[in-house]
């Protein structure tokens, strides 16, 4: 069949991740017979692979498409030893070439001997492909059908400009002595080589670069791909050359304002100020609006817009005092306002908003008569307060304020539009969304208006279809509806100014750019641009003057201005050396029937001398099964670690029924658990580098150690526990180093769901442990968690009275012409710590519960100095535990080293 071609189309992506093994087993020639001599010939191909005596040889053709040409060739020598899993990353690396060049094809066409295909090729090159299409930012969706025809498979593959046609391949057997002899080297060569992409140029990318790269060196950028930085953190927070993530508050491209916040934490400890601790950048808020505010007014010049936009920050979303009146400050010339949705809200934004006129005051919420008349009022302070009505009753309360005070109204309307989207907040609108007005209320509204004369009243409507779109086609699509909804109330003769398009705008929480509920797949000039497209498309359609445009952006314009540090206490590590060094202790100090094993984590025990020579009949049912676990872990290889995985699940079931009939000691049983997790963890070595299947990718996320992190999840970042939010979370310091742990981290309290354990993964995906490094003897491991800035701190709970964190306000002093500035970071941007506001104290957290602190003294001290009566304290000691006391009421409620 040498020669022909076939081509299957390709829809989606199914590819089965035991694939790769199966090609380890057949280069290590494994229990399926399958001798050695491998050679792939490729006629016009990209891989060629020769078998000499043990020794691999490759050359690859690295086809490169050229914009405008035709495909040229260029032939790239592979290193003599070539690690088959890298091939992976070798594809990667060629498909980086291609970027921009959607315009032509990579061909790969091969005509190979008879024989059976050696599919992990098509299969990797499959895999890595999908990968690659990130790259060409295109969407391919893979399907691999397969066809078995006794030895063999034939896999054919079709992808928009890719063609992979009749791949085929053979395997030629020599004697079983020659196969034995070479085994051992072809597989120790296979692992230890470089992959293809460092020979093409290529970035290898994850831990795999330390690991199987040789001697290149983990880099910075490394480690910016691994966290994917640039994806959710740009412009704001990047790695500098010391390895630390630093922030540019200013969002500057030649890092004048440039701070290093692993110095910036160690300035706030050496002012005694303890972890963990929220940092704000305020001016990270102030680029926000400013950004908000140009892509407005560029889509406006771009369509010849003909009325402005006007912002207003969302009160709920961060309520700090100090950093609303940073947004008014920054939204001066600009006409920033504020929006409310609670009566204390609204007090808030009346206090900051007073004297500027033209700022606007969005009043939303459920409101009462002192709501409604506390709004009246406050217009006529010279505040520009619209209230919005959220429900039919609400109409009745303006009109009766309005005429006993005698103020005439702005009055809002705020619409339950059809559209909703798939994320966590999509059922803000719909029939049944909990704010709003329907159709048929919205038209009532407009009648009783006209007949209580107040139609002139009647000036904006508003919407709001949930938090964090994800999908620019839904705003177009709630737009199109809220235009048409706009003009018709203009058409039934009110004077119709404002749109509040509400909130929505979303953030890339994890880099990818794509429709998750963790990311946007649009920008902010995208959404601009289309928010004012649909107003004109519908107005000019009606004939209706264009409103003013208004939004309430609060996460878009705060989430990136805070980020919470926080150190590693300490980690809980049940690594392979752990578990051989807990068999060890027990051969020592066990009684009985307990076998050492070496550094190799090979058992002296053996077929000859298990359990001092007993056979099966002469042990006990523990001895037996303690014998036969670690014949087990001896014998677990490439060949058959799913079959070892199996048989200690099996054994482990069986110790622990036997421990609770009483028939294993409780040192037979940690003997039991230890043989487990030595097997569990050379089984994962033997699929390190390979995709997993489910259940051993389970096993890999159940060996991750525990990093007890110095925080309460449920006070300092609620929505990762209440709604599964995904935060950016990753070390500050020693980036450039490899991290070679994955790590869950798990908080203070005393509470199974305080834990993090969802992480944005190096391809964008969401996993379940984060890469960290090894925690070091007298380092303090530096962490933060980035967009936080909204929601978080006001709606933490005191699970376990934690109370409030310490928070600093950061201002940038970027360095001037001459290159100086006080407090200068290394010829890098100074710094002011403008605000320092105190976390609670153990006794202000207890107050908030009714325990006074006065009160618990003086009871202590009582019962202290009937302790001295009895004898059972000294004076000292007694004085010694009120001191103590004392000073704990008023300290920090989180721990310190």
């Known amino acids: 069949m040498a020669g022909s071609t076939r081509s299957v189309a390709v829809l989606s992506k199914d590819i089965s991740r035991t694939q790769p093994a199966a090609f380890d087993q057949n280069l290590a020639m494994t229990a399926a017979g399958i001798r050695s001599r491998t050679r792939t010939q490729l006629t016009k191909g990209v891989y060629r692979i020769k078998q000499s005596s043990g020794v691999l040889h490759s050359q690859a053709l690295v086809w490169r498409a050229r914009s405008g040409s035709h495909l040229a060739c260029t032939p790239i020598m592979m290193p003599q030893n070539v690690r088959w899993q890298n091939l992976r990353l070798s594809l990667d690396a060629l498909c980086t070439t291609h970027r921009g060049t959607s315009g032509n094809s990579l061909v790969i066409q091969t005509s190979i001997e008879n024989g059976p295909i050696i599919w992990p090729l098509i299969s990797h090159a499959f895999d890595c492909f999908f990968q690659a299409s990130k790259l060409f930012k295109s969407i391919w969706r893979l399907k691999v059908s397969y066809q078995f025809s006794h030895s063999r498979k034939r896999v054919t593959y079709l992808k928009t400009g890719i063609y ?27 692992g230890s080589v470089r992959s293809l992409a460092t020979a093409v140029g290529g970035t290898a990318s994850g831990s795999a670069d330390k690991q199987g790269n040789g001697d290149k060196a983990w880099t910075i950028d490394d480690s910016a791909n691994l966290y994917r930085i640039e994806g959710w953190g740009a412009p704001y927070f990047l790695i500098n050359s010391a390895g ?38 305020p001016e990270i808020v102030q680029h926000r609006m400013q950004q908000l505010q140009e892509c407005f007014d560029t889509a406006i010049s771009k369509y010849n817009y003909q009325r402005h936009f006007q912002g207003v920050f969302p009160v709920k979303c961060n309520h700090d005092r100090y950093l609303l009146e940073d947004i008014v400050k920054f939204g001066q010339d600009c006409k920033f306002g504020l929006e409310a949705g609670s009566k204390p809200e609204l007090l808030i934004a009346i206090s ?93 509204v407009v009648y009783t208006l006209r007949e209580e004369h107040m139609l002139d009243c009647l000036q904006l409507l508003h919407f709001h279809i949930g938090s964090q779109i994800p999908s620019i086609s839904i705003i177009k699509e709630a737009m199109r509806e809220a235009s048409h909804t706009y003009c018709e109330l203009a058409l039934m003769g009110a004077p119709m100014q404002y749109i509040d398009v509400g909130g929505g705008l979303g953030i890339d929480y994890d880099g990818s750019k794509g429709q998750s509920t963790a990311s946007t797949n649009y920008s902010m000039q995208n959404y ?7 107003l004109i498309d519908a107005c000019v359609l009606k004939g209706v003057a264009q409103p003013i445009v208004i939004s309430e952006s609060g996460r878009a314009l705060a989430s990136h201005h805070s980020v919470l540090i926080f150190d590693v206490l300490s980690t809980s590590h049940h690594s392979k050396g752990s578990s051989l060094t807990n068999l060890e202790v027990l051969a020592k100090n066990a009684p009985s029937c307990v076998k050492p094993i070496d550094s190799k984590g090979s058992s002296a025990l053996d077929a000859e001398n298990s359990c001092s020579g007993l056979t099966a ?49 409780l040192e037979k049983r940690a003997e039991a658990d230890a043989l ?68 869950s981290l798990a908080d203070l309290t005393c509470d199974s769901d305080g834990k993090f354990d969802q992480f944005v993964g190096a391809n964008g995906d969401i996993v379940s442990v984060l890469p960290v490094h090894e925690l070091q003897k007298g380092e303090v491991y530096y962490m933060g968690l980035f967009l936080g800035g909204v929601y978080q701190e006001i709606m933490g709970s005191a699970h ?51 325990h006074v602190g006065e009160d618990m003294m003086e009871e202590l001290r009582r019962e202290a100095e009937e302790a001295v009566s009895s004898g059972r304290l000294s004076i000292e000691e007694a004085q010694t535990l009120l001191v103590n006391y004392k000073c704990s009421l008023g300290s920090y409620t989180y721990l310190s080293k």
């Not at 009749?166 to 120790?188: A, F, H, M, P, W």
């Not at 609400?394 to 702005?410: C, F």
């Not at 601009?528 to 649909?534: G, P």
């Open 676 to 743: 487990y997790e030595a097997i569990c963890h050379k089984v994962v070595e033997y699929f390190r580098g390979c995709d997993l299947p489910d259940e051993l990718q389970e096993l890999n996320n159940s060996l991750a150690p525990v990093y007890h992190i110095n925080l309460s999840v449920f006070r300092s970042a609620p929505d990762s526990w209440a709604i599964r939010q995904v935060f950016p979370i990753m070390p500050l310091q020693r980036l450039n180093e490899m991290s070679t742990i994955q790590a």
């Open 244 to 281: 630390h993530v630093a922030v540019r508050p200013l969002g500057s491209s030649d890092g004048s304002d440039e701070l290093d916040i692993t110095e910036l934490v160690d300035a706030l400890r050496r002012r005694n100020l303890q972890l963990p601790i929220v940092l704000r950048f």
């Open 352 to 444: 900051k908003l007073k004297g500027c006129d033209d700022a606007l005051l969005i009043c939303n919420g459920y409101k009462d008569r002192v709501y409604i008349q506390s709004v009246l009022l406050a217009r006529q302070l010279g505040v520009n307060a619209i209230v919005v009505l959220e429900k039919m009753d609400e109409l009745d309360m303006v009109i009766e304020a309005s005429r006993t005070l005698d103020v005439k109204p702005l009055i809002g309307i705020r619409a339950k539009l059809s559209v909703k989207h798939g994320g966590h907040w999509g059922e803000t609108s719909g029939d049944k969304g909990k704010f709003g007005l329907t159709v048929n209320e919205i038209v009532r």
């Open 617 to 665: 009949g002469d042990q006990g049912a523990g001895e037996y099964l303690l014998s036969t676990f670690y014949q087990v872990l001896n014998t677990v290889d490439h060949t058959n670690f799913q079959e070892a995985y199996n048989d200690a699940k099996q054994f482990k079931l069986e110790a622990w029924s036997l421990f609770k009939l009483g028939c294993l000691s």
């Open 800 to 850: 376990n009275l934690f109370g409030r964190t310490n928070v600093i306000h950061v201002r940038a002093k970027p360095i001037n012409n001459q290159g100086k500035v006080n407090n200068a970071q290394n010829n890098r941007g100074g710094y002011t710590f403008e605000r320092v506001i105190k976390g609670q104290t153990m006794e202000e957290v207890m107050r908030t519960v009714q």
């Open 164 to 190: 992979l046609q009749n791949v085929r391949g053979y395997l030629d057997s020599r004697t079983s002595k020659e196969t034995e002899k070479g085994k051992e080297k072809i597989q120790e060569q296979w």
């Open 528 to 534: 601009a641009n289309d928010v004012l497209a649909a």
